[in-house]
Nanobody, 124 residues
Framework: QVQLVESGGGSAQAGGSLRLSCAASGYTFSSLWMAWFRQVPGKEREGVARITNGGSTYYAASVKGRFTISRDNDKNTLYMQMNSLKPEDTALYYC??????????????????WGQGTQVTVSS
């Protein structure tokens, strides 16, 4: 079983930055595909960014150029640096892990392990 614990959410002004972290345990972290999703009440969960076990990244168009996903396999931790934040980035952000995935997409069904989420609120 993989346990995932997110941290780093909070409030920011538009144009500001936040850094999310996700601490993983219970599995060989370096072998996992990892992703960040987000969800706004009343809407479907959206894939934001993904990093493979080999370090290949993919971003949703809405965050490309502003968000950066990375991983530290020595620390079993996933990160997402969020810059140039916009009010529409306000959501509950989830860390997710899976044994594989789909190149060119961030599909919820590829990830079997999920954290509890961390709230990000961006004000204008």
């Amino acid at each position: 079983q993989v346990q995932l614990v997110e941290s780093g959410g909070g409030s920011a002004q538009a144009g500001g930055s936040l850094r999310l972290s996700c601490a993983a345990s219970g599995y060989t972290f370096s072998s996992l595909w990892m992703a960040w999703f987000r969800q706004v009440p009343g809407k479907e969960r959206e894939g934001v960014a993904r990093i493979t076990n080999g370090g290949s990244t993919y971003y949703a168009a809405s965050v490309k150029g502003r968000f950066t996903i990375s991983r530290d396999n020595d620390k079993n931790t996933l990160y997402m640096q969020m810059n140039s934040l916009k009010p529409e980035d306000t959501a509950l952000y989830y860390c997710a892990a899976g044994s594989g995935g789909t190149f060119g997409q961030i599909r919820e069904r590829d990830y079997g392990y999920w954290g509890q989420g961390t709230q990000v609120t961006v004000s204008s």
